[in-house]
């Protein structure tokens, strides 16, 4: 069995669907986002905590909406930008006169608590270690849970999918979904399965359980 960290029963639905229901557990924490430009180090610290919570194995899946026309944002902020300005909103600030191409990402971070072969940078750069310390600095994890924290192997799956920011269409899916188009379609008019086919999701779980299988990690 396989915990899957998040508050977010959207994730735990498509990861269901692709590594079968029986495989994934929903683990209900709210791991600290740690502040910074990138998925990878607010996955590698999260699956970390997140396991020191649970001691099982243990995954968790930090996405993001990058916007061209914003430079990318709002990326990592994704969340708070939906909680605070919804979706609609996002949609409008696109001008029509604007390129409206984006891309969602996602990291999905694995991590059991023994040691394998983990992804080597940039998780474990000095510079991460500088980054998580400020974030303990500023109330996050203590020196010692980061001492600790740095020696437990992570291993990071990437996925990626192009598309286009348009105005909401479709019912389905979750987040962004209605203004997030690929392909003529939005991720909110697919259902699961067609959505986990191309997403960015549906491409990191792939990712992760091709080595699930080679390496027969959760046997
Ligand atoms: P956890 O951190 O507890 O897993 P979250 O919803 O905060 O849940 P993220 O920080 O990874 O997860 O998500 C960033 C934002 O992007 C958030 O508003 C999500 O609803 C949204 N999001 C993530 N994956 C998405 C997807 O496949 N389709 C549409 N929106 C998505």
Not at 53 to 77: H, K, M, Q
Not at 92 to 108: C, N, Q, W, Y
Not at 145 to 171: D, H, M, N, S
Not at 182 to 201: C, L, P, Q, Y
Request: hydrophobic content about 35%.
């Amino acid at each position: 069995m396989l915990e899957f960290a998040t508050t977010n029963p959207g994730k735990i639905h498509e990861a269901r669907e692709y590594l079968g229901a029986e495989t994934v557990e929903q683990f209900d924490f709210d791991y600290t986002e740690v502040q910074g430009d990138d998925l990878d180090a607010v996955a590698a610290h999260g699956v970390r905590e997140a396991h020191r919570a649970t001691g099982e194995p243990v995954i968790v899946d930090d996405s993001g909406l990058f916007i061209d026309a914003f430079d990318g944002f709002p990326g990592p902020y994704s969340s708070y930008v939906e909680d605070r300005l919804g979706i609609e909103r996002v949609w409008r600030l696109t001008k029509p006169e604007d390129d409206h191409s984006g891309a969602f990402e996602t990291v999905i971070a694995y991590c059991d608590g023994d040691s394998f072969e983990a992804t080597p940078e940039p998780v474990d750069r000095d510079e991460r270690r500088g980054q998580d310390l400020a974030a303990s600095e500023r109330g996050g994890a203590t020196t010692d849970e980061q001492v600790q924290g740095t020696e437990l192997p992570v291993k990071l799956f990437w996925g990626r999918v192009p598309g286009q920011i348009v105005a909401p269409r479709g019912e389905g899916g979750f987040g962004f979904d209605p203004i997030f188009e690929h392909n003529g379609t939005t991720f909110a008019e697919m259902d699961t399965e067609a959505k986990n086919a191309i997403s960015h999701r549906g491409r990191a779980l792939a990712k992760f359980s091709e080595w699930v299988e080679t390496t027969g990690r959760l046997e």
